[in-house]
Structure formats: C-alpha cells, structure tokens
C-alpha cells in the first residue's frame, strides 16, 4: 500500500524525515510518534501535497512526486487540525467533498448520508458544525475521508481532544473501516497504547527516523516479560535481592517489579527469551537454596516497551 525509501524531509531549520525506509501492507496500521516526529509531515508528502527533500515513496504503487492527483482520487485524508467550516452543516460539507472527488450530484447525496450515518450523525448533520462537539467534528472529518469511498485513508490523530468515552468510539470506528469496507488505514497517535488493540501492524518513527515497524502481535510477544517470585532463607534475607544480583552478573537485565500480593513478596521482572531464560532462572534460584513462587509471563503492552527503549 505504501513504499517508502530513504524518504527525507529537511526543513531549513529542523530535518522532519530522516531516510525513511518503510513498507507497509494492507490492513490497519499505527503510526506512532511523539509531537514533532514527522508523522503529519510523511502524510502530506504520501498525498503529493509536500515535496520530499530526498528518497522516493509510492502509495498504492503510484509514485507521490508526479502522480498525487491520482492517490488523491483513491486516498482518503483526515487531517488533523480544526478544518471545518463553522456556518455549513454536515451534510453540505461532505456532499461537496464527494463532488470535489468526482462522485456525481445523486451518488454524492447518497455516499454523503450513508457514510455520515456509518460514523454516528444523524439529526444532528442538518445543523451548522461550528455548533458541534469535538467528537462530531472528528466524525465529520473521517466522513469526508471516506465518502469517495477510497482504497487507503490516512487518519492523522483521529482521536486528538477526545475525551476516553469518545476516543474508544473513534477506534472502534477506525477498526470497522477496514473490517466493514475493506479499507487500508494509516492511523497516526502519540499515545501508543490506544494503537494496540485497533492496529495489525504498528511502525513508530523519532526524530523523521524508523525506530520499529512490526506487526502488533510480534510487538508485545517478542517483549514477553517474565515476572518471578521466590521465597527468602536464613542465607539470603532478601531473596529477590540476592536473586537479582546472581541473574545480573549472568548478564540478564532485570527490574524491580515491586511488591506483588498483599502479603507476598516482592516481584522480579525480566525479559524472557525462550527456555533459556526459565532454566537460567531455575537453576539460579536452586543454587541459592531459594523456593520458587512463581514464575509467569506478562503480556507487554507496547507503552511498556516504549518506556524500556527509552531507557
Ligand atoms: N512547514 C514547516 N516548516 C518548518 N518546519 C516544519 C514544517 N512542518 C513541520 N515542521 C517541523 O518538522 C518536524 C516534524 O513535524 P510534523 O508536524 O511532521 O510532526 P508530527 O509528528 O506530525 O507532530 P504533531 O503531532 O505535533 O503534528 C517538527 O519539528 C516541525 O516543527
């Protein structure tokens, strides 16, 4: 859907894209990155409205540098500030863009009331948006992205100013684009956690660079932490204590994972990497003449991985 090589974006002052490789596939897909990490910068070069400084990038196999019009004509955007005019309802706003993208004035009234019923407005899409919530707005925005009924929409920060009621309606909605319609999505957040249960595949960039992309299942597997409680002996009071220190010095990296249970004690986390780990683990908790607990896997959420990479 989008092929991206040694992308680059310079500004005078501040480089927005730096050697951007990506490629990315059908499906629903999270672009995550703090403020200023480039994201809205690579949306508007992917819809040719921005000149790349360097590289090349296709969308839809069309190349973006002599042929946006025509990714124009089959993308969807929803850009991510206020853009709507406030005396114009819903509905003429929407059946203009439809136009704008070449639907005829019938099929353009039509496309117009099912997708604005499709994001949740009714009654509400005869009356003038500057009168509206945030929430309607956005809805109103993801409309007009999806009236001309494309192949790809690129979302940017769809749930921006959401309340957390209205931020899990705009991510089921984002999940049912594709899964009702069969639309590809590029959905930009810098909150990474809320991509994790809407996107199959999430690519973070900093700093315009490519830090990760992979599919969301790897990203939270390939993490797996392992948490680990053991008992304290005569010789070693602190147990996870001594735990710890005998697993650092094999070179396994661990965290304090506080205190576990009321009544419990206190946890270890580490990063699991196959049985090795859980041997490693047994045999070390066995050579101090500790009592294994327990010893289970945590699922990571991606936030988490995050906070460990910027460690
Ligand atoms: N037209 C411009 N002129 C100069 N610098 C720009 C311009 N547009 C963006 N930048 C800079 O490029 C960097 C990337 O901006 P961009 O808007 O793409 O980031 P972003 O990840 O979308 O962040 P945000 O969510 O805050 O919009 C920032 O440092 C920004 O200040």
Redesign the pocket.
Known sequence: MILTESLS?R????T??DRLTLDIGSGVTGLV????????????ILLGLAPASGGRAEVLGLDVGTEGPAIRARVGYMP?HDCLPPDVSATEFVVHMARMSGLPPTAARERTADTLRHVGLYEERYRPMGGYSTGMKQRVKLAQALVHDPDLVLL??PTNGLDPAGRDDMLDLIRRIHSDFGISVLV?S?LLGELERTCDHVVV?DG?ALLRSSSTTDFTRSTATLAVEVTDSDEHPDGIGALREALEARGVRTEDGGAGLPGAGRILLLTADGDATYDLIRDTVAGLGLGLVRMEQRRHHISEVFRHDDR
């Open positions: 974006k500004f005078p002052r501040v927005a894209l990155g703090a403020n200023g990490a480039g994201k809205s910068t690579l949306i508007k991510e940017d920060e930009t810098h960039i315009g």
